[in-house]
């Protein structure tokens, strides 16, 4: 790769804005995607059209957002400055139903985060085709799929199996997660041609800038990072749980890298106060009372250094 930076680094070399021709090794990410879309899609899909727009693009691509319901993250605020409602991140995680019943005939795009954030839970292949068999043909279906690669239950669904039977959906997947790139703003989605081809019309031109994309490729050889880093969180929320139970908060099991945990009224002492406290103790964690979650507090899972950290303080505030 440090052969490479020398040349994406001058001014010569504009992005490749298909993304797609940058390298071998990226047409590999779409050839190792494509080990699951082979045989599932129609054979009129073309691997090429993965996409590489973002949510900004999708939303672009459908006019008209307003009257949208049940996203469930932060990250989308722009769907809900343009209209789309908030829907309970709780009543969302634990039942696809509501979201299939709150479609209405101007319902044009669904957001389904799975796993969920802030809450880590997931939703099984069950729940994933009763969902898709009640949404409209004609209302695509997001299923962002940013925490994929930590999660491994068996009944956990692939996105991917799913596109063939149902064309109106969109799977987004990212590197700031298990690649550990999220500054590079660099990830990637799947759907069919038509979808893909509305995006690349309306997405920034160079919207994936050439350092990103040569980082993507890095990470997509290196298996065993992406092996380091998943054992990594699957050892932090070990850790975190078995910290939790010992301090008597009650949490909500996640497959994310992250967990939500509650202050109890017992510990006569708020989520807001406990945050605060975390603050002034240098631990940054993430309120979620704007997911109607008052009670709790979603810490990021870290380094072993910087889980005992916060493991500490959150020991010393809670006496
Ligand atoms: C469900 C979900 N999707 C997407 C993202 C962000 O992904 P990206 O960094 O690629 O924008 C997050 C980040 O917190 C997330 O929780």
Not at 2 to 18: A, M, Q
Not at 254 to 261: H, T
Not at 268 to 289: C, F, M
Request: a negative charge; proline letters at 5%; aromatic letters at 8%.
């Amino acid at each position: 790769m440090s052969s490479k930076i020398p040349k994406i680094g001058s001014n010569g070399g504009y992005p490749d804005s298909r993304s797609a021709s940058i390298s071998p090794e990226l047409l590999g990410l779409v050839k190792r995607t494509a080990i699951h879309l082979k045989g599932r899609l129609p054979s009129n899909v073309d691997l090429d059209d993965l996409i590489q727009s973002g949510l900004e693009g999708l939303i672009q691509a459908i006019d008209s957002f307003d009257e949208s319901r049940n996203t469930s993250l932060e990250q989308y605020s722009k769907t809900r400055i343009r209209g789309a409602m908030l829907d309970d991140v709780r009543r969302m995680s634990q039942t696809t139903r509501t979201m299939a019943d709150a479609i209405t005939d101007k319902t044009r795009i669904v957001f389904v985060t799975n796993p969920n954030n802030p809450t880590g839970t997931w939703l099984t292949k069950t729940e994933i085709s009763e969902f898709l068999q009640k949404v409209p043909a004609n209302v695509i279906v997001l299923l962002d799929e940013a925490y994929f690669e930590y999660v491994d239950e068996a009944d956990y669904p692939n996105g991917i199996d799913y596109l063939a039977q149902y064309p109106n959906l969109v799977i987004t997947r990212t590197f700031s997660k298990a690649y550990g790139l999220a500054s590079l703003r660099v990830g990637y989605g799947i759907s069919q041609p038509d979808i893909a081809d509305l995006m690349n019309r309306v997405r920034p031109p160079f919207n994936v800038n050439s350092m990103a994309l040569a980082a993507a490729v890095a990470t997509l050889s290196d298996d065993d990072y992406v092996a380091a880093s998943k054992k990594l969180n699957d050892d932090g929320l070990k850790y975190l749980t078995t910290e939790f139970d010992r301090l008597g908060l009650p949490y909500i099991p996640s497959v994310g890298n992250f967990i939500s945990f509650e202050i109890p009224a017992g510990k006569n002492i708020s989520a807001a106060d406990v945050n605060q406290k975390l603050l002034q103790a240098g631990v940054i964690v993430r309120p979620v009372a704007n997911y109607e979650m008052p009670n709790h507090l979603r810490v990021s899972v870290g380094i072993e250094a910087e889980n005992k950290a916060f493991i500490e303080a959150l020991n010393k505030i809670l006496g």
